[in-house]
């Protein structure tokens, strides 16, 4: 049961946060759509992994590889899915459904990692490290992402659509590639992630909190 709990409330928790933070709050409706979104990327996902690292012979030197995978194909469910909607008008939203997208993502991963992939590890230890580790990573993936495409879309920023894309891949392509390479160099690698992320997030709702209703128009 607590397995169980670790490998799905964790993602949950922070969503509701992000969700809840949200001055203007998103439909129900497109909020479980950009969910779901998320967890049917790991189809895609998968197999490109599997074609560009899993079937070589040193896959632990190309796992960086996976942030480029994971990180485009959330960032083209974003750009194509998402944005073009009416709800999505304003920088935070784009922050929101970047989150959603990214956790849908790391929900039904980390559901893979603890129940299918690893025979040779305790589901409950495999649980425990994903739960402090790669889950606060794809959400703060995702809040970067948003965070930039926000800017882009609402701000007229273009060189942030760049950020939007390299960024969360260079974050996750070196979490991935340092998780099992130094435990110092990626613990201070991952808080400075985290730091980061809040720096960036917290300018978004500063943004919100100014604001009097919702809604701005589309400049990219």
């Known amino acids: 049961m607590f397995t169980i709990v670790l490998t799905f409330v964790p993602s949950l928790a922070i969503l509701l946060f992000i969700i809840r933070s ?6 129900v409706k497109l909020i479980v759509e950009a969910f779901i979104l998320g967890c049917l990327i790991c189809f895609p996902a ?4 599997n074609l560009l690292i899993w ?4 896959p632990h030197s190309l796992s960086f590889l996976a942030g480029l995978t994971e990180e485009s194909l959330k960032f083209l469910a974003l750009s194509i899915f998402v944005r073009p909607k009416s709800e999505f008008n304003e920088p935070m939203d784009a922050v929101v459904y970047g989150t959603l997208i990214s956790l849908g993502f790391a929900t039904f991963e980390n559901y893979e990692y603890v129940y299918v992939y690893f025979d ?5 230890q495999i649980a425990i490290v994903r739960a402090l580790t790669a889950i606060p990573m794809h959400a703060s993936c995702g809040i970067i992402m948003g965070c930039f495409l ?3 879309v609402f701000r007229n920023s273009s060189h942030t659509i760049f950020k939007a894309i390299i960024y969360p891949i260079l974050f996750h392509g070196t979490y991935n590639y340092l998780v099992g390479e130094n435990l110092l160099l990626f613990l201070l690698f991952f808080v400075f992630t985290l730091t980061y992320t809040v720096s960036l997030y ?3 709702r500063e943004l919100q ?3 009097q209703s919702e809604g701005e128009p589309k400049l990219n």
Do not use: A, C, V
Request: no cysteine; proline share 11%.
């Open 55 to 58: 079937s070589t012979d040193d």
């Open 120 to 124: 040779n590890i305790p589901p409950l």
């Open 22 to 27: 949200d001055k203007f709050r998103e439909p």
């Open 209 to 211: 909190e100014n604001k």
């Open 150 to 152: 926000g800017m882009h």
């Open 202 to 204: 917290r300018k978004i």
């Open 46 to 49: 998968g197999l490109l992994n």
